[in-house]
């Protein structure tokens, strides 16, 4: 049994996944959260000033995070065509 080429060339495979639901954005926050404790607990030498680090650096890296993100989602949405452009929230 051979199975015959895919034909149908209308639709075609998004190579990234979409970046606008509600699951993503809370992997992207969550990641973001971890490496930001992570960060904060490498570098932390300060006693009494852990929260205010890891405020600092909690910002920052959700900031790159979701900076990230959302130009990955205008990028995607950039390729598609008016008519299939839809918002997900």
Request: glycine fraction near 6%; aromatic fraction near 12%.
């Amino acid at each position: 049994m051979v199975a015959e080429p895919h034909s149908d060339t209308s639709k075609t495979q998004a190579y990234l996944p979409d970046f606008c639901t509600g699951g993503a954005v809370f992997v992207v926050v969550l990641v973001a959260e971890l490496v930001a404790i992570l960060l904060t607990l490498a570098a932390h030498d300060t006693p009494g000033m852990f929260m205010i680090e890891l405020a600092k650096t909690s910002l920052f890296v959700l900031w790159l995070g979701i900076l990230a993100q959302w130009s990955c989602a205008c990028f995607e949405v950039g390729w598609k065509a008016p008519a299939e452009r839809t918002l997900s929230w």
